[in-house]
Each structure stands twice: as C-alpha cells, then as structure tokens.
C-alpha cells in the first residue's frame, strides 16, 4: 500500500501542510494578492489551480472545486509576503541578472518583472529589426523609440513621457508591439488608454507591468486625463480597485505606447501637462511598391536576444542623459502641430489681424473672447468653452507675456477682469 502524504491521514486535508508541501515543490510567494515564481509572475491562476489539482486527485474525490478554491486562498498566506522591491538597478532576465552598474549573474531571485528574453552579450546585431526601422521611421526618430524601450525595461517613471507613433496606416506600427511581447512576456499588457481613463477597475491591471501597449488608439478625444498623466509621472503608490474587493494602495510604473491614425487628444484638458507628457513620432508612408513579408513577425522576434542588447544601448543613454530623450526636430514640430490641433487657442494666439501682443495695453475678459469667437467663426472652427479658453490664458502667462488683472477700465468707469499686455486691432467690441 502506497503511504499517504503527510498532509493526508486517509480522510482529510491538511491545508497548511499541503501548502507548505506544495512550496516545496513548486517554490513562489504571494505579494498583494498576486503569485510570483522566480521565473515569472502567474497572471493566470488556472494553472496554480491544475497543479494543486494533480496534487488532490488521487486522495480527494469528493468537492474538490471547493478544495482547491480553498487551498488557493490558504496558499496565498502560506506564501505571502509584504512586498517585492523595486530595483532600478538591475534587469531580471530569462538567464539570470544583469546589473546596470556592470556585471551578470545566472543567479534568480523572486522579483517583480523577469523577462523572457537571455541575456547574450555575444548576441548577433539586429539587421533585419534595424532594416525594418529605417524603413518605418525617420533615421533622426529611430534613437527616441531606441531610448523609449530601453526606458521601458526598468520599474520607473523617472522619464515621464509616454509614446506615440502616428502614420496614415499600413506602415507596419504594430510589428513594434509584437517585438515588444517577445520581450516584455507577461510584463507587457495590451490595453486602450480610454479605458484606462474611463474604467475604474482598469488601473489595477497595470500593477506589476512595465509597459502597456495600445495597438489601435482611438481618434475620438478622451474624456479625462487625470489618470493617464498620474500614472506617467507616479511616484507615489496610487489608489487601485478590483471587482469585488477593496481598494488598495499600489506601486505602478506602467509606461504607454501608442499607435493611430492621429495624435492623442483630450475633450476638456488643454493643459501643458496633458502634452508634455507625450512624444510623437511619424511613420514613414508605406512604399506603395513594397511587398510585404507574412514572416516579418518571426523574423524579427528571431532576433530579440540582439534586440534586446539594441534596446540596452538606448536605455544606457537615456541614463547618461539623465532621462531627457532624444528628441528631433520632426518630433518637436509633431508636438506643436497636437498641441495646436487640440487647443485652436493656440492657433488664436499666433494670428494676425485680431489682437496684437504689445506691453502697456490691456483687454478686457470679455472683448478677448468675443474677438476669440469671431476668429472662430472666421476660420470654421469651434471655440473652446470660456472656462477652457480662460483657464489655458491663466496657465500661460509667461509664454505670452501677459498679466491677468481684475483692474481693467471700461469707458463707463466700470472696472473688469482681463489681460495686461495685449490688444485688440479689431473695431471695438464691448
């Protein structure tokens, strides 16, 4: 007769023993719910739940669903632990670790994100990953998305700054977030930046993940950007929800990348912090006469171990350069052209025959929007709402040389609120 196992006496289970039976064998610890070996974090618990399962079967043939819901939730203290560091010092890699400051070890420990690409310092270079981005991009533009995916193999958002590559379609954008999956594993997430705004239990799907990626960004204009440009910059823990459980505090340093037809735009933010936060490049327009490869994809993810040393390279300038990008001019005229396509204010601003910037002249609030409205009007454009149009004059005072008063005279005496600095060359309007 074969012995039963220790945590088994012929009629019931003894679930810490099992437990600690099943850590043995199967070694991981539990972090705020979630289970991570040394190898990657189980992002689907089915799994676990097959292993305990196997475990079961030959001893408990009665209710066992329930048994290992429940051994799942004994196993979650049995294997907890407070927390796993964030080390921005280092990269967890398939082989081991590799240390930023100079060294490598095939060494694993439990951590937060270990990717699924070896470390290989003799890793052949790239070309046909090189040849597909010169091809794609402008060579100027080719270090910014070099540095940006470097950027996204460390925990931080020191960088604070998103991605977004623009095209008419058909350029082959989306090859990038292949590559990207052969990377990043399970670290990576395929996500809609709207519903990261809009869903509240969507920010907690990017806790333990460095990078998400949006295949298809939406033209239509999101409807807050609250959370998106929180999640850019955070360094602080953040307030996070999932169903049927309590919100919690977490750590999240997910970086976004983006893919469309069109620039990111917001329907009420017209913030520089809404901006600023973002880098936009542009694909290069498809030759019409390229004939494209059905095994680009492979291709390309055939040579992730070279990728990956590329990648090394852009993240250790983007050190050096103490996390300021590589930003071409092409990119810096992108932003001005999202910046003024998603607030006309700015095209106002710039225009000629409606107002005039000039020291030691006022306007007042009211004749500002008035003739904002008429160059509306003229140009077949819809005007922000006050409040946006006011809010965005507030916010930019220095760019514009301008000085918000409450002390500008009416010819009826009466005394408003307005602008220093600036004048009307229209006819009078009150």
């Known amino acids: 007769m074969n012995e039963l196992p220790v945590w088994y006496d012929g009629k019931k289970i003894n679930e810490v023993a099992f437990c600690q039976e099943f850590l043995r064998v199967h070694p991981m610890v539990c972090v705020k719910g979630s289970f991570f070996t040394v190898d990657h974090r189980i992002t689907d618990e089915r799994e676990l739940r097959k292993r305990i399962y196997d475990m ?68 052949m270079p790239p070309l046909r990953w090189l040849q597909f981005l010169s091809e794609l991009l402008n ?20 960088a604070q700054k998103m991605l977004m590559i623009i095209g008419k379609g058909g350029e082959g954008k989306s090859r990038i977030g292949v590559v990207m999956r052969a990377l990043f594993g399970e670290s990576m997430v395929n996500g809609n930046l709207t519903k990261v705004e809009t869903n509240r239990f969507a920010r907690a799907d990017l806790e333990h993940v460095l990078v998400m990626v949006d295949d298809d960004m939406k033209l239509e204009a999101l ?37 469309g037809n069109g620039s990111l735009k917001a329907l009420y933010d017209r913030s520089d912090g809404f901006f600023r936060r973002q880098i936009i490049l542009t694909a290069r327009r498809r ?62 601003m710039a225009s000629e025959g409606y ?50 008063t409450n002390n500008i005279r009416l010819p009826d005496g009466k005394r408003v609120r307005g602008f220093w600095g600036i004048r009307s060359v229209l006819p009078t309007i009150l």
């Not at 049995?78 to 490598?104: C, K, M, S, W």
């Not at 940006?148 to 958002?157: K, N, R």
């Open 56 to 123: 079961l079967r030959s001893y408990d043939r009665s209710g066992v669903a329930k048994h290992v819901d429940g051994l799942v939730e004994v196993l979650r203290s049995e294997a907890y632990l407070e927390d796993l560091p964030v080390q921005t010092d280092r990269i967890h890699v398939a082989n081991g670790t590799l240390f930023l400051g100079g060294g490598f070890t095939e060494e694993k420990t439990f951590c937060r994100n270990r990717l699924p690409v070896c470390y290989d310092p003799a890793a």
């Open 139 to 158: 060579g100027e533009d080719i270090p910014t998305l070099q540095e940006f995916m470097g950027y996204c193999l460390l925990p931080t958002t020191k």
């Open 223 to 259: 409807p807050q950007t609250n959370y998106i440009k929180t999640i850019i910059t955070a360094e602080l823990p953040l307030d996070l929800e999932r169903k049927s459980r309590q919100s919690y505090q977490g750590e999240l340093y997910c970086r976004f990348l983006g893919f």
């Open 287 to 348: 030759d019409k006469d390229r004939i494209d490869d059905p095994y680009l994809s492979e291709k390309l993810i055939a040579e992730k171990e070279g990728i990956f040393l590329w990648c090394l390279e852009g993240l250790q300038r983007l050190i050096a350069q103490n996390y300021a990008f590589t930003i071409s001019d092409r990119a810096r005229e992108n932003m001005r052209e999202a910046v003024s396509d998603g607030n006309n204010a700015v095209e106002f």
């Open 355 to 404: 107002i005039e910037l000039k020291a030691d002249e006022e306007i007042s609030s009211r004749q500002l929007y008035s003739i904002y409205e008429q160059w509306c009007t003229d140009n077949a454009m819809k005007p922000l709402s006050q409040r946006s149009f006011w809010l965005f004059l507030s916010e930019n005072q220095d760019t514009y040389n301008l000085e918000a």
